[in-house]
């Protein structure tokens, strides 16, 4: 398969009580699916699959592939703290009908999660992973930011197809790609330096900012791979304010506020406990940014 494109790390709609409204998935997914993706991540961070059970999580892969058109990727989230779990959470993600799947790397016991401990953990997913593996690697939130030099040992495994890297470490990004096979992918894992990770050679992203502004990021893409760099840059450029507003600044709370103001007919709905909503104060606030940013 080929890992390209861009694709948003879409949020699970949850009711005020934190059931999965599993109709209201597959609603925003065909929503989404009409905006020129090129495919979904189902439980990447934006996801709260760090608040879901493993039967939750398996219960959304099903909901999830239901909904997304097969010609568009279907990119699971099946990182676990235990390599025996997420490579458990792999095989249901395969019989659901994913593509491929993103592993986040483990991180509670952060200060044994060395280069050779991870090289292990991957290597032994990929070795009985029924589809491809995609390395997640999200410093933010786990405390671990997985090196060049490891990423180009784990480009070498045949099953391991690509990392989605929110490291925003450009520099690093050109390491892996002048020295990992041709055809692995290094998808950036944020909206907010796609433009610069493209021109060093990045197939994509993994994006927030593509729930909430799905058709002005595929522009930046399109632009791209057609040689309109101007167009890609002031695109770039105008979408920074809102990328970090719905990452950094209010995080799921904001992109889930976000995903609603698009008035379009998604759900964005609450996040699970113990995140809150968005205040109506900061809303507003959101509001003005998203209309800054010309996608309302």
């Not at 495919?39 to 608040?51: D, I, M, Q, T």
């Not at 096979?181 to 593509?210: E, K, N, T, W």
């Amino acid at each position: 398969m080929k890992l390209e494109g861009v694709f948003p790390p879409i949020p699970t709609p949850f009711d005020a009580d934190g059931n999965i409204l599993h109709d209201k998935l597959k609603s925003n997914i065909a929503l989404w699916s009409k905006t020129g993706l090129h495919g979904f991540v189902v439980l990447g961070s934006n996801g709260e699959y760090v608040f879901l059970s493993e039967s939750e999580k398996v219960a959304v892969f099903e909901s999830a592939r239901a909904a997304i058109p097969r010609n568009q990727l279907f990119l699971a989230g099946a990182g676990a703290e235990s390599t025996q779990t997420a490579l458990w959470l792999a095989r249901r993600a395969a019989e659901h009908g994913a593509d491929a799947v993103l592993i986040v790397t483990p991180n509670y016991y952060k200060a044994q999660m060395n280069s050779a401990a991870l090289i292990n953990h991957y290597r032994v997913i990929a070795d009985a992973s029924p589809i491809p593996v995609i390395v997640y690697n999200m410093p933010a939130a786990t405390g671990i930011d997985i090196d060049a030099n490891t990423v180009i040992e784990l480009a070498k495994h045949p099953n391991i197809i690509g990392i989605k890297d929110s490291s925003g470490n450009v520099t690093k990004f050109g390491e892996i790609i002048r020295a990992a096979r041709p055809d692995f992918s290094v998808i950036a894992g944020s909206g907010s330096y796609f433009y610069p990770a493209l021109v060093l050679g990045a197939r994509g992203c993994v994006a927030a900012l593509a729930n909430v502004a799905p058709r002005e990021t595929v522009a930046i893409y399109d632009a791209f791979r057609a040689g309109r760099h101007d167009e890609a840059r002031e695109l770039q450029l105008r979408l920074i304010p809102l990328n970090a507003a719905v990452t950094t600044r209010w995080n799921i709370p904001g992109l889930k506020a976000g995903v609603e103001e698009l008035n379009a007919g998604y759900y964005g709905g609450p996040p699970r406990l113990p995140l809150r909503p968005l205040d109506e104060e900061n809303r507003r606030v959101l509001r003005k940014i998203m209309q800054d940013a010309k996608v309302i």
